[in-house]
């Protein structure tokens, strides 16, 4: 039986006024207003070494996550969870850059971000779970139809699929983390089928100079225990390839 049980709701709130009042100075944000909504609703169950949150409803600013999360061991992590958010634009939460754009976030990047975590941590870390996001914003580019699966155990994490919608065509791939050995590996391979060049240049630039439909397969493998070594040392296969491609001026079909 559960050491407690019981129901959440915390009415919508201004998250960042309450943490300003606590002396919690937050960084810099590319959405000054970011944080500014929050609610919670959600049953749950747990003992001193588990928790479980089902029926999950979050509220953050204009997005809205659903479903359950449970954390079968807090010491493992051992981590499931089925979530599902209607919209996100993730550059708002992130730190702007010079120019005001926020750096871009992909499942790539983020795959080698995780590789600077301690490799034992890596070896007892445990996750199951899928990810679905109807729309998504990253540095500009909007995708939507947002697929992640994690599973992740004794060292061997899996993100398949990454899949998405996005400029009338999709982006596929599958990235794979292997820690069971001294040197940790990093796998990706990505597909990028059909996406109209110009709408999303414009979007990530504001620049319309290309226009055409895109097609990349990238193939990749690295090994490295820093981020980079892991960024260096990638090797493998990548096509590219433009279909009725037009450079302002230039015809390159």
Do not use: C
Request: net charge positive; charged share 20%; proline share 6%.
């Amino acid at each position: 039986k559960p050491a407690f049980e019981g129901k959440l709701n915390v009415p919508i709130f201004n998250l960042r006024s309450l943490l300003a009042k606590l002396n919690q100075k937050l960084p810099p944000m590319a959405d000054r207003k970011a944080l500014s909504a929050f609610a919670l609703n959600t049953e749950f169950t747990g003992t001193s070494k588990s928790i479980s949150l089902n029926k999950l409803t979050m509220v953050l600013d204009q997005s809205t996550l659903k479903g359950d999360l449970a954390v079968a061991d807090f010491e493992g992590p051992d981590v499931r969870f089925g979530l599902g958010i209607d919209q996100i634009n993730v550059e708002d939460y992130m730190a702007p850059t010079i120019k005001g754009k926020p750096l871009p976030v992909t499942p790539e990047t983020a795959a080698v971000g995780a590789a600077q975590l301690p490799i034992e941590m890596l070896r007892k870390l445990k996750i199951k779970g899928d990810l679905l996001i109807g729309k998504l914003q990253i540095a500009g580019a909007k995708m939507h139809n947002v697929k992640l699966s994690i599973n992740a155990a004794g060292g061997n994490i899996k993100i398949n699929p990454v899949a998405a919608s996005l400029y009338n065509g999709t982006y596929g791939g599958i990235i794979n983390l292997d820690a069971t050995k001294k040197m940790p590996k990093l796998t990706f391979n990505s597909n990028l089928a059909g996406v109209n060049i110009e709408p999303l240049l414009f979007d990530m630039t504001g620049d319309r100079s290309i226009s055409g439909i895109a097609n990349l397969n990238v193939n990749v493998a690295s090994t490295g225990d820093r981020n980079n070594l892991l960024k260096n040392r990638l090797t493998g296969p990548v096509k590219f390839r433009v279909n009725n491609g037009i450079y302002r001026g230039i015809d390159v079909a």
